[in-house]
């Protein structure tokens, strides 16, 4: 196993599911292995300085940048950092924390692909890309129970940002080796709006596993599994759907091809060894397990691990 850091990217717009996707993979890696940094931590300015400036935490000059790509250096050798902390309760910063890296970092926040020292500190890259209908109802579910907004500051902070989104957030995803998409089965978001299907494009930018051998015709488990050919931002792309009624059953082939090119994957993420992979908490607390999260908590995975395995070789 490697000798340095693996580091992963999560990056996508304000309440795109970073955070809910960090912990997932945590979770599968082990947390007692995995350090997670958020780079909300790096806001330039606080939340009263935002209102005064008129500018939003998306854009580039709102957030230390190159202390973020000079974090990423060091925790990708394995030396700590002195990380600042934004609390999005007080909307102010707190004292900061000194961080060594364990074995896997994560890194997850809104500009962590903005510059290429950045995305050259990085091992694996996703991009998460939900409709933005459905991150609308998240972020406004979100930031009215938890950052303490009310809905009409939310759905009015979204228009505001819209254009630092379409500018600074969104061409990031050119950058990704997975784009992640959940998106609901239907319209209809009242009904089961934790059981989502995932769309999942697959960039030729790292080797990923091959699932032809699986999903030969295009089509697996009678079309709750599907693989094809697109185009992502103007290139050549693979990609993979799971129903968002998919079954264990139905994705236990997927599982499998990833634990057999990565034995010891198997050992503690297999949806049999580890149940809680692809569990969400509710907004009442009941416990759901999606099946799609699942598969795709364990090909970011399969990638860290790949990644571990490479670097040891070469160390
Ligand atoms: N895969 C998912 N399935 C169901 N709900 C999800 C999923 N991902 C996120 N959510 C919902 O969206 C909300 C926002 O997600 P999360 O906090 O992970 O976003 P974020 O990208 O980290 O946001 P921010 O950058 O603003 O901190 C969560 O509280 C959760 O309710
Ligand atoms: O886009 C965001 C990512 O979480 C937040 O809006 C940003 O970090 C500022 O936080 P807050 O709204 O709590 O002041």
Known sequence: MSHRPIILGIVGDSAAGKTTLTRGIAQVLGENDVTVICTDDYHRYDRKQRAELGISALHPDCNYLDIIQQHLSLLRTGQPILKPIYNHSSGTFDPPEYIKPKRFVIVEGLLGYATRGMRDSYDVKVYLAPPEDLRHTWKINRDTRKRGYTREQVIKQIQQRESDSEAFIRPQRQWADVV?????????????ELLLAVRLVLRP??????FSSIIGD?????????LGLDRDMGKPVDVMEIDAHATAEQVRDLERSLCQEVPYLGQFCSLEGNPGIGKLIGTTGETLQSYPLAITQLLITYHMLKAANVSANVA
Do not use: K
Request: aromatic share 8%; proline share 14%; no cysteine.
């Open 180 to 192: 992640v998409s959940f998106y609901p089965p239907s319209d209809n978001l009242t009904q089961d």
């Open 205 to 210: 930018t790292i080797p990923h596993p091959d």
């Open 218 to 226: 295009g089509e697996h488990a009678g079309g709750a599994v599907r």
